[in-house]
């Protein structure tokens, strides 16, 4: 089955400086790569996603990036704030090839210091 | 928005008891799933289900059991809960929902606020 690795477990960066998580899959036919934030007493929160037919997605001040071949995909977070405090948590799943369900990392906590 | 509504915030239970956790999804979704979150182990799959009537195991299914008796309604049950059983437990439904972005829909999952259970 599918396999993600999450790095780091922990980041702590100044406030308006940039974030990078890093995330590896095992499976070659995982096409939809999805990233989430959970805040404490919450449930996870899309932010956001990439698909394997593109390399790059940006969000404001999110940006995702996917490298089929090497099997990695990273969070791109800049000019960060105070509220990015959170757990990141990596995804990974291969729709429409029976197997929807979704494999997680191990999640990232990132602080940022004001 | 899609919503995903788990019954209880809290609960604690005793060893041996039957638990019931309710999950309810409002966008006739088909996909539904149970992970469970522990500290430094990340969010693991316990049981998820197609379609109703349908379930099939995830990667940490034992001591668990579910039900799909209704589309909108997923229910995770622990026969005889155990202390290592004490954990965050999340539900989620996977289709077609609003992309605010866009206008238009995209395919995702949307994630309950969870349950934390505490067996004791």
């Known amino acids: 089955g599918e396999n993600v690795e999450q790095h780091p477990s922990t980041l702590s960066v100044q406030e308006g400086d940039s974030a990078v998580i890093k995330c590896t899959y095992s499976?070659?036919?995982?096409?939809?790569f999805p990233w989430y934030k959970q805040e404490l007493g919450k449930g996870p929160q899309l932010i956001i996603d990439i698909r394997s037919n593109v390399g790059e997605k940006k969000d404001q001040r999110i940006a995702v990036t996917l490298n089929k071949t090497a099997k990695h995909f990273s969070l791109h977070i800049t000019e960060t704030q105070p509220e990015d405090s959170a757990v990141y948590f990596c995804a990974a799943s291969a729709l429409g090839f029976g197997n929807e369900k979704l494999t997680f990392g191990t999640g990232t906590r990132l602080t940022i210091i004001p | 928005d899609v919503k995903v509504t788990q019954s209880s915030r809290y609960l604690v239970k005793r060893t041996g008891e039957k638990v019931f956790l309710e999950c309810v999804q409002d966008?006739?979704?088909?996909?539904m799933f149970w992970y469970r979150q522990d500290p430094g182990l990340g969010l693991r799959l316990i049981y998820f289900s197609y379609d109703v009537k349908m379930k099939e195991k995830g990667d940490i299914p034992e001591g668990y059991s579910v039900s799909r008796e209704k589309k909108e309604r997923f229910s995770l049950i622990l026969e005889s809960a155990s202390t290592n059983q004490t954990s965050m437990y999340l539900c989620?439904?996977?289709?077609?929902?609003?992309?605010?972005?866009?206008?238009?829909?995209?395919?995702?999952?949307?994630f309950g606020s969870g349950t934390r259970l505490t067996v004791v």
């Open positions: 966008m006739d979704h088909e996909n």
């Open positions: 499976d070659s036919a995982s096409n939809y």
């Open positions: 989620a439904s996977r289709g077609a929902q609003p992309d605010t972005r866009t206008g238009g829909a995209v395919d995702g999952y949307t």
